[in-house]
């Protein structure tokens, strides 16, 4: 659901813009609250994991595909202010590097993909989980309905702004119907991927799991084929929150590098929603090439590499690589933020007891 330059009038996209912005600024806030000490790196590796995942587009129906949006599983597995910056993050990355979202229109796809999709995702799932057992097993349900419903969010987001900045004349009506249909079918792939996810890192480090923070539902094994209780045990030698997140990062950045290195190889090449709705509707008039065209990265292959399969690999590793680390940087930059808050609010309650 990129927005390429074009789509959306100038005025629209500035407004776009300066909301995305004060959006991004009320999440550097958020996340310092969110962003423990072991966090900051899972947040850039969960960033990178949505840039990987996003390269594997899935077929959903008559020459149409979709790919991850992110923000379900961002907010979810680190926090939605969190979960704001990672969507963003990527963005920022696809726009600059490989000419995939307008520059013009990078505000658009913040408050489309990012911002959009995070509140209707967690909005979704926090009100599942006041109605659901509190179990594993619920987060992962709401995980998939929260997720399911934030793509169609972010269509209706999308044809909001069309409707007020649209530089095509198309009924409103018409890109409405095509736009809502086509992304709840792309949402129950963003669903899949998103509770399968979260349900497997639920199953190895549920202690790393925002939206699972205070589950108290007891531990499953699984015992022949079948999911049963495990028996009352001792408080565990190193407790959770002691844990190294080390070996989850380093499958997870594996993963992800195997994902865009080498599977997104098989990707499906039909066009995304937005592509085809505007292909088909007409909306795609007075698309304006992207300012990043001449990029080396551009249309995730690497110039000069002639062979496909390589060059699109070696972008996608690229393209990991540098989202994880621009994604790190900030994330560490926002913990130590939180750090300086806490010392600050320490001495100034020291002073004050004397």
């Not at 505007?278 to 000069?304: C, F, M, R, T, W």
């Not at 070696?314 to 680390?325: M, N, P, R, W, Y």
Request: hydrophobic share 55%.
């Amino acid at each position: 659901m990129h927005v390429p330059d074009g789509f959306i009038d100038a005025p629209v996209s500035i407004a776009a813009g300066v909301a995305a912005a004060g959006a991004v600024a009320v999440s550097l806030r958020g996340a310092r609250r969110e962003l423990e000490e072991r966090a900051a790196p899972l947040a850039g590796l969960v960033a990178a994991f949505i840039f990987a995942v996003q390269m594997l587009n899935f077929p959903v129906a008559a020459g149409t595909s979709g790919h991850l949006l992110g923000g379900a599983l961002a907010a979810i597995l680190v926090g939605p202010y969190t979960g704001v910056l990672c969507v963003s993050v990527v963005l920022l990355m696809q726009g600059v590097l490989f000419a995939d979202g307008g520059l013009t229109a990078l505000g658009v796809n913040v408050m489309n993909m990012a911002v959009v999709t995070v509140v209707v995702a967690y909005a979704v799932f926090r009100g599942l989980l006041k109605l659901l057992p509190d179990t594993r097993r619920s987060v992962t349900v709401a995980a998939f309905a929260g997720a399911l419903l934030s793509v169609p969010g972010a269509a209706v987001m999308f044809t909001l702004l069309y409707a007020v900045g649209g530089t095509t004349d198309v009924p409103l009506g018409k890109v409405f119907t095509a736009m809502v249909g086509v992304h709840v079918l792309i949402g129950v792939g963003e669903a899949v991927i998103t509770a399968a996810t979260v349900g497997a890192v639920l199953a190895v480090r549920p202690d790393l799991v925002h939206g699972a923070r205070g589950l108290a539902a007891p531990l499953k094994l699984r015992v022949g084929g079948e999911l049963v209780d495990a028996p009352a045990a001792a408080p565990a030698a190193v407790p959770a929150a002691a844990r190294s997140a080390k070996p989850v990062w380093i499958t997870g950045l594996v993963t992800a590098l195997v994902l865009a290195g080498v599977v997104s190889f098989y990707a499906s090449t039909s066009p995304d929603g937005l592509e085809k709705v505007a292909a088909d509707k007409g909306i795609d008039q007075n698309v304006k090439e992207h300012a990043s065209a001449g990029s080396p990265l551009a249309d995730y292959s690497v110039k000069d590499v002639g062979d496909a399969r390589l060059s699109g690999g070696l972008a996608g590793v690229i393209g990991v690589g540098a989202t994880v680390a621009v994604g790190t940087g900030i994330f560490w930059t926002v913990r130590r933020r939180r750090a300086e808050d806490l010392t600050a609010a320490s001495a100034s309650s020291a002073t004050s007891a004397v």
